[in-house]
């Protein structure tokens, strides 16, 4: 195997760490674009330049980055879709409670968040607040990287039959913040990033672990890291647009926010966002809507998010004969019901990506009688039309606090992508 890319396991644990919301994924991935020489555009002014260079834009949590040597390049567009978001807990607009002699914190899930993993975690607070800047609205990125809160568990003494406590998403999720009592919480935040609290008027504040990404396992072939699913994905996707020569397309990484809750958003996979993107890279070359049409039909996207491994305590909850490997190599994802988007068309040109990289492809679908998760493939198929092929790397514990992955399909999973966006 011979697997030629720039990303790694260390690489994709830096990258979680610096980004504990969508918006900090952005931020993450705009900064590496910036260093490679792309430039941002704005929704709200003309694309003269779009057609042909390297350009990025920015939708709240949402990134779309593509690369286009030329602008003969626009005749059709490879792509890799992502979401930014992951499940976890979230601050209300009351915050501030007290209960028991403690300061606490309302929060409530977001998304699929398998709550019994949020206990007994060290916890920082993340997201962005929009403030009145004289008159005008304007926002600041919100990392408190320290840990400021904790939902503990309940001792096992008090539990009614010691087997177990089923956590009620509206009673049991508020973390403590101190003792005795504090002042409200988002005087604390805008304190944090330096805004008068008297100016806050809105804010997307969210929960994440403190502990580092690590790598681990005996012989440190594993990556425990909060947000694999999606920031799995994020990363090698990047580190692919990085890493591909273009040849005759343009190449693309566009990355969504609210995958957890159903992409129903004005940057959501279902959103015009990339569809308009797409469109207006078109008009850049002076092409007409024809022209887009026949671009859209001529190009491909590949869907990526997080695969499950075949788990060693549950391995009867996997369907048998497709159990996936950790450090197996890419994953694609293939649902009858089109929970992936994934077709016979798509599985070739993915299977070919993966032959190019010279990395191993394993074949995953779910169990007929356990509901099967989904991604953005399917929505981002219907809102634009392109073929999309639906793929991922494996990983265990989804939707925990704290997931697990294997460092080698870190790399191979990213070489994967690259070759896909080049061929
Ligand atoms: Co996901």
């Not at 504090?182 to 935040?189: G, Q, T």
């Not at 425990?224 to 990085?242: E, I, K, V, W």
């Not at 015009?272 to 024809?290: H, K, M, P, Y």
């Not at 996207?301 to 305590?313: F, I, K, L």
Request: glycine residues 10%.
């Amino acid at each position: 195997m011979t697997v030629t890319t720039s990303a790694s396991a260390a690489g994709l644990a830096e990258f979680i760490d610096a980004s504990p919301s969508p918006f900090h994924v952005c931020a993450t991935v705009a900064a590496e674009l910036d260093g490679a020489g792309y430039t941002r555009l704005s929704e709200t002014e003309a694309w003269a330049g779009a057609a042909a260079g390297r350009h990025y834009v920015v939708r709240g949590g949402s990134i779309i980055a593509w690369n286009a040597e030329s602008s003969s390049d626009a005749s059709r567009f490879r792509i890799v879709g992502g979401h930014t978001d992951s499940p976890n807990l979230r601050v209300k607009q009351h915050p501030d409670r007290s209960s028991a002699g403690l300061a606490t914190v309302a929060l409530e899930p977001y998304g699929g968040a398998w709550l019994n993993s949020w206990l007994d975690r060290d916890l920082g607070l993340s997201g962005r607040l929009a403030y009145d800047d004289a008159g005008t609205v304007a926002f600041k990125l919100v990392r408190i990287n320290e840990p400021i809160l904790r939902v503990p568990q309940l001792a096992i003494h008090l539990s009614e039959d010691r087997k177990g406590v089923t956590l009620n998403p509206q009673r049991h999720v508020d973390a403590i913040r101190g003792v005795g009592d504090a002042d409200p919480l988002l005087d604390y935040v805008a304190d944090h990033v330096g805004i008068n609290p008297t100016a806050v008027l809105g804010w997307e504040l969210m929960t994440h672990d403190v502990a580092p990404s690590q790598i681990i396992g005996a012989a440190g072939d594993l990556l425990s890291a909060p947000r694999l699913d999606n920031q799995g994905t994020c990363y090698a996707g990047l580190r692919a647009l990085l890493d591909a020569e273009p040849s005759g397309a343009v190449t693309m990484l566009a990355l969504f926010d609210h995958e957890e809750v159903g992409s129903g958003s004005e940057r959501g996979a279902s959103s015009d966002f990339l569809v308009t993107v797409c469109e207006r890279i078109l008009a850049a070359t002076g092409g007409n809507r024809d022209d887009f049409l026949r671009t859209m039909a001529a190009s491909i996207c590949v869907s990526g998010d997080m695969a499950h491994a075949t788990h060693p305590n549950y391995s009867d909850r996997h369907e048998p004969s497709h159990h996936i490997a950790v450090n197996g190599g890419p994953v694609l994802k293939v649902n009858q019901n089109l929970r992936y988007a994934s077709d016979a068309i798509g599985e070739a040109e993915f299977a070919l990506a993966c032959r190019d990289a010279e990395v191993p492809l394993q074949r995953y679908i779910h169990r007929a009688d356990l509901p099967c998760g989904s991604t953005i493939g399917p929505l981002t198929a219907t809102r634009t039309g392109l073929l999309t092929v639906d793929v991922g790397a494996p990983q265990l514990a989804m939707h925990s606090a704290r997931e697990l992955m294997g460092t080698d399909d870190v790399p191979m999973y990213s070489a994967a992508l690259a070759a896909f966006l080049r061929r």
